[in-house]
């Protein structure tokens, strides 16, 4: 039981990770003894992610494709396979925000939310899990948000997508836990990343959130971690089409 959550010996691909909370997820799991794999479409981004790991001593390869075209998931995901390894785990965190109000919400911004937020989760999930059903075993773990259950002023479609991706996690751990894999999700608050930077930025919103939230702050990308570790591990083995929200208790109070 001592090594109940060692990822020693595990593959794990986390898409959109050149920055933000899927390179601290990245950071996390190799500490945790994964071989983990830096995805993005740009590889001077992937290439700086790797570095950064690197000087903190932990090892990275990488798979430069867009999550977002089924013709550039196949190649990726085949490339893996064929020159660094069969994927162990699987973490679906690449994802957008736009933000304005929804009365002037753009259409060519709607379509690309859904696009980023969902439709990779879904051609990334099933490349993967075409892989591991053969095999009898996998970890995927999507990236939900706080917006899977609440709603804010000027995301209204962020949030469709976001809700959208925890079903789609209780559908792939339908369809899929019977081989053997575990499909569950991770739904953070409010952290400080690239992607929430205006709002981190906002004296307005930061005293609206740390009055909002139980815990009283932002939370910090490291502290996901432990989350995506469990659900990655053998501690999470018959836990299946889960959302686990890591938000500082702002879903659990009014």
């Not at 004296?203 to 990308?221: H, M, N, Q, S």
Request: glycine share 10%; with cysteine.
């Amino acid at each position: 039981m001592s090594n109940l959550f060692d990822l020693t010996g595990s593959r794990a691909l986390i898409t959109g990770s050149s920055q933000g909370i899927g390179l601290a997820l990245a950071a996390g799991l190799a500490r945790h003894g994964a071989s983990v794999i830096i995805n993005g479409r740009t590889e001077a981004r992937v290439d700086e992610a790797r570095a950064a790991l690197a000087a903190q001593g932990l090892k990275a390869e990488k798979a430069i494709f867009d999550v977002t075209e089924k013709a550039d998931v196949d190649a990726g995901i085949e490339k893996i396979e064929r020159e660094i390894g069969p994927i162990d785990i699987l973490i679906n965190n690449a994802g957008m925000q736009y933000r304005t109000q929804l009365e002037d919400f753009p259409a060519d911004k709607f379509e690309l939310l859904f696009k980023t937020n969902v439709t990779s989760v879904f051609l990334v999930g099933q490349a993967v899990a075409k892989r591991m059903i053969p095999r009898g075993r996998g970890k995927i773990i999507n990236i939900a948000s706080v917006q899977s259950e609440l709603a804010r002023p000027s995301i209204a479609p962020y949030t469709a997508t976001k809700g959208a991706v925890k079903n789609l996690t209780k559908g792939m751990c339908t369809d899929w836990a019977k081989y053997g894999l575990q499909v569950n999700a991770i739904a953070p608050g409010y952290f400080k990343t690239p992607l929430n930077q205006a709002l981190v930025d906002s004296a307005e919103f930061t005293a609206w959130l740390e009055k909002r939230t139980p815990a009283g702050r932002w939370g910090d990308v490291d502290e996901l971690v432990g989350a995506a570790v469990f659900l990655a591990s053998r501690g999470s083995s018959f836990v299946n089409g889960e959302t686990l929200h890591v938000d500082g208790g702002i879903t659990a109070s009014l």
